[in-house]
T-cell receptor
Framework: AQSVTQLGSHVSVSEGALVLLRCNYSSSVPPYLFWYVQYPNQGLQLLLKYTTGATLVKGINGFEAEFKKSETSFHLTKPSAHMSDAAEYFCAVSGETGANNLFFGTGTRLTVIP | DTAVSQTPKYLVTQMGNDKSIKCEQNLGHDTMYWYKQDSKKFLKIMFSYNNKELIINETVPNRFSPKSPDKAHLNLHINSLELGDSAVYFC??????????FGPGTRLTVL
């Protein structure tokens, strides 16, 4: 079975500071990993994804994440936070090979302090 | 152009009523999904539907039923609504196992 743990339901950073949102996963098969962002009262938007190949993946809005198999992690980072980054961030892992359901973490709310 | 659209955006209704939420995707995807997001923002898969194959999350009550008139639509019917059904419901679609595209959500409030 697949599952995702996001450490820290709330993260606050100052504008211009490093953003680090943590995600650890559990999967019995090679995982496909995703980060989605949800702005207030909106749907989910894909930030980035890892399927195979390069373990450092770059996404939209300056975000990137690194797949570390040995640590079963897929942490999301951004070098310099912007006010517009304030949102809810969800890490997700795909289901077993041949299935395509996403299993989401409980989300991390990012607050950016001016 | 909206890729995945849902109607209505907000739905307020009384306990015991039957309601439907509509979802349409214009991406040509083969698979569509329904997710439920509870008050704590937790997202959980309810159904996935691919080429007339329905995969149901076993925890979903049978009061919930998806109906797909064609590949571009997957509607969600809910019978005998309960207070605990209050949530935001998201429709999504995908062409492969990698990327799902989400609709804007429907906020259901059961009074």
């Amino acid at each position: 079975a697949q599952s995702v743990t996001q450490l820290g339901s709330h993260v606050s950073v100052s504008e211009g500071a490093l953003v680090l949102l943590r995600c650890n996963y559990s999967s019995s098969v090679p995982p496909y990993l995703f980060w989605y962002v949800q702005y207030p009262n909106q749907g989910l938007q894909l930030l980035l994804k890892y399927t195979t190949g390069a373990t450092l993946v770059k996404g939209i809005n300056g975000f990137e994440a690194e797949f570390k198999k040995s640590e079963t992690s897929f942490h999301l980072t951004k070098p310099s936070a912007h006010m517009s980054d304030a949102a809810e961030y969800f890490c997700a892992v795909s289901g077993e090979t041949g299935a395509n359901n996403l299993f989401f973490g409980t989300g991390t709310r990012l607050t950016v302090i001016p | 152009d909206t890729a995945v659209s849902q109607t209505p955006k907000y739905l307020v209704t009384q306990m015991g009523n039957d309601k439907s939420i509509k979802c349409e995707q214009n991406l040509g995807h083969d698979t569509m999904y329904w997710y439920k997001q509870d008050s704590k923002k937790f997202l959980k898969i309810m159904f996935s539907y691919n080429n007339k194959e329905l995969i149901i999350n076993e925890t979903v009550p049978n009061r919930f039923s998806p109906k797909s008139p064609d590949k571009a639509h997957l509607n969600l019917h809910i019978n005998s609504l309960e207070l605990g059904d209050s949530a935001v419901y998201f429709c999504a679609s995908s062409q492969d196992y990698y990327t799902q595209y989400f609709g804007p959500g429907t906020r259901l409030t059961v009074l």
